[in-house]
């Protein structure tokens, strides 16, 4: 079965820089979330967005913004990156017409600032 | 206090046992619960969704407590494939759809 796929899959970038993560949910999922998971801690909720619109916004610094386009697609801005940027970035994708809330992850983007 | 606390672990069983995690969520208007397993560098991957009447998936079973804000999940027979991190997963409900993590639960299941 198709999953979540994400990327690019790493990411170096330089302080100061921008960063951009594309993510394509399961199809026919119509709500995308992102979340950041830093060295040895638990993955934090960012944003989430359903049929195109935000529908949840986390502890996503005013520096990141996200978007869900036509195609349900999600990309993730990131600008003036900080070291404490470096990061596990997930996205996952969840059909919100089942009520399950069920949330299916892709295999990440590892961005590094340097 | 963290929203959802589990023990850390680790845990090290042999192949076979039968070993038990537990988990506690503080928001007592959370709506749904889940198990997430993640391997090192991974994603997280959904092992089970949890119901208050309790549910099984071959090896697993998961249990809610809703009075006491408890989960568990129980794995028999567990199998060297078993070696991850066990995440307990909540949506804290109140018009939101984001998961809560807790910090995990790490198996090792030696031979």
């Known amino acids: 079965a198709a999953g979540v796929i994400q990327s690019p899959r790493h990411l170096i970038k330089e302080k100061r820089e921008t960063a951009t993560l594309k993510c394509y949910p399961i199809?026919?999922?119509?709500?995308v979330y992102w979340y950041q998971q830093g060295p040895g801690q638990d993955p934090q909720f960012l944003i989430s967005?359903?049929?195109?619109?935000?529908?949840d916004k986390g502890s996503i610094p005013d520096r990141f913004s996200a978007q869900q386009f036509s195609d349900y697609h999600s990309e993730l801005n990131m600008s003036s990156l900080e070291l404490g940027d470096s990061a596990l970035y997930f996205c996952?994708?969840?059909?919100?017409?089942?009520?399950?809330?069920?949330?299916?992850f892709g295999p990440g983007t590892r961005l590094t600032v340097t | 206090r963290k929203e959802v606390e589990q023990d850390p672990g680790p845990f090290n069983v042999p192949e076979g046992a039968t070993v038990a995690f537990n988990c506690t969520y503080s928001?007592?208007?959370?709506?749904?619960f889940f198990w997430y397993r993640q391997d090192c560098r991974k994603e997280p991957k959904l092992l089970m969704s949890v119901y208050s009447s309790g549910n099984e998936d071959g090896r697993f079973t998961a249990q809610l407590n809703r009075a006491s804000q408890y989960i568990s999940l129980l794995i028999r027979d567990s199998k060297l494939s078993d070696s991850a991190t066990y995440l307990c997963?909540?949506?804290?409900?109140?018009?939101?759809?984001?998961?809560?993590f807790g910090t995990g639960t790490r198996l090792q299941v030696f031979p």
């Open positions: 199809p026919r999922h119509d709500t």
């Open positions: 997963v909540v949506n804290p409900g109140r018009n939101t759809d984001k998961l809560i």
């Open positions: 928001n007592s208007a959370s709506q749904s």
């Open positions: 967005f359903y049929e195109k619109m935000q529908s």
């Open positions: 996952a994708s969840s059909l919100e017409e089942s009520g399950a809330y069920e949330q299916y």
